[in-house]
């Protein structure tokens, strides 16, 4: 009986004590959180620094415009108060419009006719979107530029994304589409390899298709982002068979000849 009273004792002390430390844990990284609440991260001062030294250089706007893709409206909305405060002497106020899920028909259709018009006559030069502006808006007019601010996991998406600038009637001779990576980070492991192989596919066939975003979305939900090195290789192993398939809907569909589309990783250093 005693024994057992000591056992309990025991246990009691040690939940007590691992609720204390996991307690300090929490509030360490509340602590962490709340300080850097304020600060922009390294991919808005990287991408800062590209919208100075392209569509804004010497401190005057040109011709050159700018899609940006969040996955998440929360993201967007304060990706656009960064950017906002970090460009406030170019005035960016009536050059940042966001298009998101909540952005009325009539205000959709309106973004898109003053992002395609020309630059001299419209002051617009960044559209922040979100998901929502994946498909149907046509954006390749005047732009042949897009950040992913964020990678979505299914390659499909990632597609999309580019294909608002990437599609036909695109007049430059190259389309860039750029997202950030963190080196040390595991799931940046995951998303390099996952863009990489898109991209491979996407030249080899003409378009990732379903079933290559199928069988690369099922390697990430089998285990999540626990063996990062194991899952990317697990990517690459599938994207490698995917790509040497020839077949049905996924026959390599004819491009323009000029037009090139490079997908460049952004190294973020923290």
């Not at 850097?36 to 990287?46: K, N």
């Not at 706007?61 to 656009?80: G, K, S, Y």
């Not at 080899?204 to 390697?219: E, K, P, T, W």
Request: charged residues 30%; hydrophobic residues 40%; proline residues 6%.
């Amino acid at each position: 009986m005693l024994q057992a009273e000591d056992d309990e004792a025991s246990a009691a002390a040690a939940t007590a004590t691992a609720s204390i430390t996991d307690r300090a844990q929490v509030e360490a990284m509340l602590a962490l959180a709340r300080n850097a609440a304020g600060h922009p991260d390294a991919r808005v001062l990287q991408l800062a620094d590209w919208i100075r030294a392209n569509p804004a250089p010497d401190g005057r706007w040109n011709q050159r415009r700018l899609v940006i893709f969040t996955q998440w409206e929360a993201t967007r909305f304060w990706l656009q108060r960064r950017l906002l405060e970090l460009l406030d002497d170019l005035t960016p106020d009536d050059r940042i419009a966001p298009f998101t899920g909540v952005t009325p028909p009539d205000r959709r259709e309106d973004l898109k006719r003053r992002f395609n018009a020309d630059p001299d006559e419209d002051k617009l030069r960044i559209l922040l979107c979100t998901d929502a502006a994946r498909e149907g808006i046509n954006l390749q007019a005047r732009c042949s530029d897009l950040f992913h601010f964020d990678l979505p996991w299914n390659p499909a998406v990632l597609e999309q994304r580019n294909g608002r600038i990437d599609r036909k009637l695109q007049p430059a001779p190259e389309v860039h589409c750029r997202y950030f990576v963190y080196a040390q980070r595991s799931e940046d492991v995951v998303l390099e390899a996952l863009a990489r192989k898109t991209e491979l596919i996407r030249e080899q066939l003409g378009s990732v298709g379903q079933v290559l975003a199928d069988r690369l979305s099922d390697c990430l939900e089998r285990h999540g982002i626990v063996t990062a090195a194991t899952l990317a290789q697990e990517i690459e192993d599938e994207a490698d068979d995917l790509s040497r398939w020839r077949g049905g809907e996924h026959r390599p569909t004819p491009r323009a000849p000029a037009l090139v589309h490079r997908l460049q990783r952004l190294s973020v250093a923290t």
